[in-house]
T-cell receptor, first 113, second 111 residues
Framework: DTAVSQTPKYLVTQMGNDKSIKCEQNLGHDTMYWYKQDSKKFLKIMFSYNNKELIINETVPNRFSPKSPDKAHLNLHINSLELGDSAVYFC????????????FGPGTRLLVL | RKEVEQDPGPFNVPEGATVAFNCTYSNSASQSFFWYRQDCRKEPKLLMSVYSSGNEDGRFTAQLNRASQYISLLIRDSKLSDSATYLCVVNIRGSGDKLTFGTGTRLAVRP
């Protein structure tokens, strides 16, 4: 029974393409996040949504657009992919005020060629 | 300067050894502290929170020194299954639910 799931697990694409990554959580959490982990393993928050409302938006290029159709889903759309976008993208969720217990999805490994 | 700094390692230790990791944070408004564990090619998972008075969970002991702005994790009687990357994580007052991660310290426990 997967708590936080992401699709796809792997994504290989050409520069300039547009791609989406989907995330779903069945934990009933109100808050969801997107993180990027680069080749140096540095995990950095990109966005956070609370009950479909954007609450954290780090300095991420506007080619990245999160969308939350409901509080159980937070998708990430990336336009005009660049080589530097290659990374592992993790979705996570938590309850507000319980940020220490963030449950992460398995990650999506994106490779831009 | 990174907000959360860790020695990347790797720390190579034999089974049964005791190993300690340190982490320093730069923002004095940091209010909550955690250790996460990330296995190779897996997602991070919460290992334990770090309380001001120090806390223990089985073989794992976490300490916080607010004056020096560092956090430590001690693992006693290392097991092969402890091999992973240990991420030091802080929450900064006023940042809401945002967690700031260190780059992690890699531990390799050998037979």
């Amino acid at each position: 029974d997967t708590a936080v799931s992401q699709t796809p697990k792997y994504l290989v694409t050409q520069m300039g393409n547009d791609k989406s990554i989907k995330c779903e959580q069945n934990l009933g959490h109100d808050t969801m996040y997107w993180y990027k982990q680069d080749s140096k393993k540095f995990l950095k928050i990109m966005f956070s949504y609370n009950n479909k409302e954007l609450i954290i938006n780090e300095t991420v290029p506007n080619r990245f657009s999160p969308k939350s159709p409901d509080k159980a889903h937070l998708n990430l759309h990336i336009n005009s992919l660049e080589l530097g976008d290659s990374a592992v993208y993790f979705c996570a969720s938590s309850q507000p005020g319980r940020q220490e217990t963030q449950y992460f999805g398995p990650g999506t490994r994106l490779l831009v060629l | 300067r990174k907000e959360v700094e860790q020695d990347p390692g790797p720390f190579n230790v034999p089974e049964g050894a005791t190993v300690a990791f340190n982490c320093t944070y730069s923002n004095s408004a940091s209010q909550s502290f955690f250790w996460y564990r990330q296995d190779c090619r897996k997602e991070p998972k919460l290992l334990m929170s770090v309380y001001s008075s120090g806390n223990e969970d089985g073989r794992f002991t976490a300490q916080l020194n607010r004056a020096s702005q560092y956090i430590s994790l001690l693992i006693r009687d290392s097991k092969l299954s402890d091999s992973a990357t240990y991420l030091c994580v802080v929450n900064i007052r006023g940042s809401g639910d945002k967690l700031t991660f260190g780059t992690g310290t890699r531990l390799a426990v050998r037979p």
